[in-house]
């Protein structure tokens, strides 16, 4: 088992800026990437970015790219979301995601989601 604890959500302007931070614990030897996903109301979630754990490469959606840092604390299994320039068009609940990989068995943990509100 691996467990996600979320904060840092909120109410922000837009263009206002907030991070976002997951703790991972329980299981966490075999994290194999770390990342954020998003889900507005009546969409279906999508990723945000996304980071491999070990070797640190970073994937982004188009939509937040350069906008968004995702980056990570490997001693405290830790990752983090910085989000700069925030529109109203980000407003959704956010989760956070964890990837382990033990052997060929893949599995992915979810936090319990972290609200985030930008008004225009």
């Known amino acids: 088992q691996v467990q996600l604890v979320e904060s840092g959500g909120g109410l922000v302007q837009a263009g206002g800026s907030l991070r976002l931070s997951c703790a991972a614990s329980g299981r966490t030897f075999s994290t194999d990437n770390m990342g954020w996903y998003r889900q507005a109301p009546g969409k279906p979630r999508e990723s945000v970015a996304t980071i491999n754990w070990s070797g640190g490469d970073t994937y982004y959606a188009g939509s937040v790219k350069g906008r968004f840092t995702i980056s990570k604390d490997n001693a405290m299994n830790t990752v983090y979301l910085q989000m700069n320039s925030l529109k109203p068009e980000d407003t959704a609940i956010y989760y956070c995601?964890?990837?382990?990989?033990?052997?060929?068995?893949?599995?992915?943990?979810w936090g319990q989601g972290t609200q985030v509100t930008v008004s225009s």
């Open positions: 995601n964890v990837q382990t990989l033990e052997g060929l068995t893949r599995r992915h943990w």
